[in-house]
């Protein structure tokens, strides 16, 4: 057991999920052909990859059969052919051929598709049938010609109708036509408006038949036009014809001395077969049968030109079987798979492997019961069968590559074997077969090879570590390693561990060897090391590999590794300890919101010894909080900016972030001003306290502005924080323009503004003792007049200095007095008509029409006291009284009802007089004085009949009171039902 393997955790079970193929049988029996079992057996009691099964149906007098794409016609001996649909195996097809006695049928072809039918007759008479007709159609135009070999559809033109082919004969002749499938024609020739329907292309001259014949067409080619290859072949001789762009220039190249080689015997039959993987791909191999054996090769594509050849890896297999004087043997008929060569002989078939020429399959027949003819081979559907003189076997073929991977192992051939290491046991295979690979490239010396392939295997890991330790192979382990690590389950975390550690080891030990030599060698490892890292960064212990990489003094390697596990608090402290700020500053500029602590941790030492660099990186971290950068911010010195940057780093950092961020924290704008207060220019103090985005605390700003005695910049936060009379008195000390616009700021309060002006006037007056440029002060505001100035003159001044500006306050107050004159009369005026309008008012009148009814109780109105409105709404004096009442508050109807109580009083008390009249004086007095039961009247009135209770404002102001009051709830709950 491994070392390695001690790590592992529970095992895992190896599930066999593989099953046997149902058989499809079309109609045949798996019976059997005799009690004599195959004489090759399959090993490991593994079912047989070949296998027999009789057919039911039995013909009478076969000689010939063909099949494909599921069409079967055999030619018997009475000239009759019998045509099978393999899918629909009960119709089967009797046709007659011929009735001469003396004629036989030589060959039949049937195409790809097995729509066409060629009959090569004994007598040179020549028949076509299409897979849709009842009758044969005889071809005049090939009297004469005895077909041995033909090549189907050499256009592909794909047709169930035309198709084009090439003739080989019993004379050594080739020839091209074409077939057309209708009851009028049959035979065209190709591609020529000439009526002809067959054409010579090519004679061999040997008088040999041509048994073997086969066309394809080159894969088209952009630059190149069509290009063919042709293999034509006799009992002894194989040859191959390349050109294009037709058939005549193709032959027209090989016209003397073509090309061939020859493999002599005295054989007067020959099959040519070929292996396609894919329908409808070019073949690629082939085997031709010979005297001395199966001669066989692969085939291949490319820019041959003519003369050259399209096989490759050609091979002559010899045969088995040998006749009494133990010479080789030749079969009746062959065929193959991808794997194996079929072979039938008279008394025997043969399944012979193509990788190791062994027997894997052979069955026996008694030649007297059984006269076998031939191999029938479907190249379409894979369906195989031989076939006797009465009864027709199938040849089941299943899983034939079961054993490939061992025979392509045997020749070592590893990556042909790994292709076809399959289930079941597919892991246990490949194992092996890589294994192999190892053993073999460590013996051959070539030992990353074999390391590359040990770390494949389930091989001792100490063994094969060892193996490369005891020859002092470091490269070769550091490959197996790399390897194993590779092939490791995911879940083996401590094996993976383990392993990473030991490369890193060896990555580290292989730098410092390199280091000083082969610098190109060097730079490929530690691209190689840096790619391990990144790749195994989870499976490295942390502190392991940083000792590792410290101890072989792999620093750049140290860095690298910390980046990939986001340790950049190790990489920014070793550049900053190396004094290398900017490398410090680029990885810190490289992080993003998750590391904003690392700024707030190193930005210090980066801002006191790279402050211009520092500045740079903050600005593109916008996530940064500022406040937190003010420690680092103190620690910035001049002295360290680079040469010809004179810039205050701190403050340019603070401006970015008011100007730019709106950055509000009232800190960052304290500790800004904080440091314009500390710049010989104020300039830039000045815009920022008069700008509207500043957010500093005013007391502070003062405190630190007084400190560092900038005045004007005091009578600016004066003035914000509304001491205008503060900043006026500081402002006078500086400028006295200052003092002017800070005096006009208090715009709401005039008051204030003069005494502001008052101040500045004294002190224009009492500290400079210029009257002339006192008086002309006035011109600056409309709060002072002269008056206001002179008490702060001195005694001695004379008054012809400002009599100008006495003389026109003087001329003002006249025009003010005659102003306040026109004011008074025009008042006057408007109390003489609004007296005349109350009088008018009072004498006002409407009409009331006899039948008019009040717009409450519906009743003549004339019947009781009542009110009449602009708007002529009328109402009974009591109605509107209990209408209104509701609407207003508690006191006032406390007051209404006292009213009427007063009212009822007065009017029960007040003596019955004659109604004589009242005289003109009695009239006058009446109309300039009230008496106390009208000014009651007239209160009431203002209760109760101040407006309409229908039209005017108390009607809107009742919009949201209930239908039903309070106090009448209960009289509602008493109507309940």
């Known amino acids: 057991m491994s070392l390695l393997d001690d790590f592992n955790g529970p095992s895992e079970t190896m599930v066999d999920d593989s099953h046997l193929l149902d058989s499809i049988t079309l109609n045949l029996h798996n019976e059997g052909i005799n009690n004599n079992a195959p004489t090759a057996l399959p090993h490991d009691d593994e079912p047989p990859m070949f296998d027999l099964s009789k057919v039911e149906y039995k013909p009478n007098g076969l000689n010939l059969m063909v099949v494909s794409s599921n069409s079967l016609v055999m030619g018997l001996s009475n000239c009759h052919i019998i045509r099978i649909n393999l899918q629909a195996a ?178 007067t039959h020959s099959d040519l077969v070929f292996f396609s993987k894919h329908q409808g791909f070019l073949p690629q191999a082939f085997a031709w049968l010979t005297g001395p054996g199966i001669y066989h090769g692969g085939l291949t594509y490319g820019s041959q030109n003519p003369g050259d050849t399209v096989i490759t890896d050609s091979e002559l297999l010899h045969y088995v079987k040998k006749d009494p004087k133990g010479m080789p043997l030749a079969p009746l008929s062959i065929s193959m798979t991808e794997f194996h060569f079929l072979l039938l002989y008279d008394d025997r078939f043969q399944v012979i492997s193509k990788l190791n020429s062994s027997v894997v399959y052979q069955y026996d027949f008694n030649p007297r019961a059984v006269k076998l003819k031939g191999v029938a081979h479907d190249h379409m559907n894979g369906n195989i069968f031989l076939y006797a003189e009465n009864v027709v076997f199938e040849v089941y073929v299943k899983n034939e590559d079961r054993d490939v991977w061992k025979l392509y192992l045997e020749k070592r051939q590893f990556a042909e074997a790994l292709e076809y290491c399959k289930d079941p046991g597919k892991k246990e295979k490949q194992d092996k077969v890589w294994t192999a690979q190892a053993d073999y490239y460590f013996n051959e010396n070539k030992f990353d090879l074999a390391a590359t ?25 550091k490959t197996y390693l790399v390897h194993k690590l590779q092939n490791l389950r995911s879940k083996d975390l401590t094996q993976r561990t383990i392993i990473c550690t030991w490369l890193t080891e060896i990555y580290a030990n292989k730098l410092n060897q390199l280091k000083d030599t082969k610098k190109e060698i060097y730079i490929d490892i530690v691209e190689e090391f840096h790619h391990f890292l990144a790749n195994n960064k989870e499976h490295l212990n942390q502190a392991t590999t940083f000792h590792l990489l410290s101890s072989h003094g792999c620093i750049e390697e140290l860095l690298y590794y910390a980046t990939l596990i986001e340790d950049y608090e190790r990489v920014i402290s070793h550049h900053i300890q190396h004094g290398e700020y900017k490398k410090a500053l680029t990885v810190l500029g490289k992080l993003g919101v998750n590391h904003e602590i690392l700024y707030y941790q190193f930005s210090p030492v980066l801002m006191l010894n790279a402050p211009y660099d520092t500045v740079n990186c903050w600005f593109k971290a916008n996530f940064l909080n500022p406040r937190k950068l003010i420690p680092a911010l103190m620690r910035y010195d001049p002295a360290n900016n680079p040469k010809g940057e004179s810039t205050n780093q701190a403050i340019r950092y603070l401006q970015h972030c008011v100007g730019v961020l709106k950055n509000t924290d009232p800190a960052i704008h304290n500790y800004l001003i904080s440091l314009y207060a500390k710049q010989s220019d104020t300039t830039p103090l000045l815009q920022f306290l008069q700008s509207a985005d500043s957010h500093y605390d005013q007391r502070y700003a003062l405190r630190l502005c007084t400190k560092e005695g900038k005045l004007q910049a005091c009578v600016l936060i004066y003035s914000a924080m509304g001491l205008y009379e503060e900043a006026v008195d500081l402002a006078l000390k500086v400028d006295l323009e200052l003092a002017k616009v800070n005096a006009d700021k208090p ?123 602009p708007c002529q709404h009328v109402f009974h004096a009591d109605c509107l009284s209990s209408e209104i009442l509701p609407l207003l508050s508690g006191p006032a109807r406390v007051r209404v009802r006292e009213l009427q109580n007063k009212i009822a009083n007065s009017v029960k008390e007040a003596p019955r007089q004659p109604s004589t009249g009242p005289s003109a004086t009695e009239e006058i007095s009446m109309q300039n004085s009230t008496t106390p039961q009208e000014r009651l009247k007239k209160e009431l009135d203002e209760y109760i009949a101040s407006e309409c209770p229908l039209c005017g404002d108390i009607m809107i102001r009742s919009i949201d009171k209930p239908f039903i009051a309070i106090e009448e709830v209960e009289a509602k709950r008493s109507w309940a039902i």
Not at 786 to 796: G, T, V, Y
Not at 805 to 816: A, F, M, T
């Open 747 to 869: 715009e709401d309060d005039d008051s204030l503004r003069k005494k502001l002006w008052l101040r500045i006037a004294r002190h224009v007056v009492s500290e400079r003792r210029d009257v002339k440029e006192a008086v002309a002060f006035l011109a600056h505001t409309d709060l002072l007049q002269i008056e206001d100035i002179l008490p702060f003159f001195p005694d001695f001044v004379l008054i012809d200095d400002f009599k100008e500006e006495i003389c026109k306050s003087l001329e003002d107050y006249n025009r003010h007095i005659d102003e306040l004159k026109a004011e008074m009369d025009e008042a006057t005026h408007s109390a003489e008509l609004i007296h005349q309008d109350i009088k008018e008012l009072r004498n006002k009148y409407g009409y009331v029409g006899a039948n008019q009814r009040c717009d409450i109780c519906q009743y003549q109105v004339l019947t009781k006291q009542f009110y009449l409105f």
């Open 453 to 477: 392939y040990y770390g494949k295997t389930q091989r001792l890991f100490e063994e094969i570590t060892l193996k490369f330790i005891n020859i002092n192979e470091r490269d070769a382990l």
């Open 90 to 267: 009960e119709e089967i097809e009797d046709i007659e051929i011929s009735r001469r006695p003396d004629d036989r049928i030589h060959r039949i072809f049937l195409d790809p598709t097995g729509c066409h039918l060629l009959i090569s007759m004994a007598t040179e008479d020549n028949y076509y049938i299409h897979s849709s007709w009842k009758k044969p159609k005889l071809m005049p135009k090939l009297k004469g010609i005895l077909v041995e070999s033909m090549s189907w559809d050499i256009f592909k033109q794909n047709s169930p109708t035309n198709v084009s082919v090439m003739l080989g004969t019993s004379k050594g002749r080739i020839y091209v036509a074409s077939i057309e499938a209708t009851e009028q024609r049959f035979m065209e020739l190709l591609g020529s408006a000439i009526d002809l329907a067959i054409k010579q292309v090519y004679n061999l001259n040997e008088r040999m038949p041509i048994t073997g014949l086969r066309v394809e067409r080159f894969p088209p080619s952009p630059s190149e036009p069509t290009k063919y290859f042709v293999i034509a072949t006799t009992p002894t001789r194989i040859y191959q014809f390349i050109g294009g762009p037709n058939f005549e220039s193709l032959f027209s190249n090989y016209e003397v001395n073509p090309g061939f080689q020859e493999l002599p015997g005295d054989i």
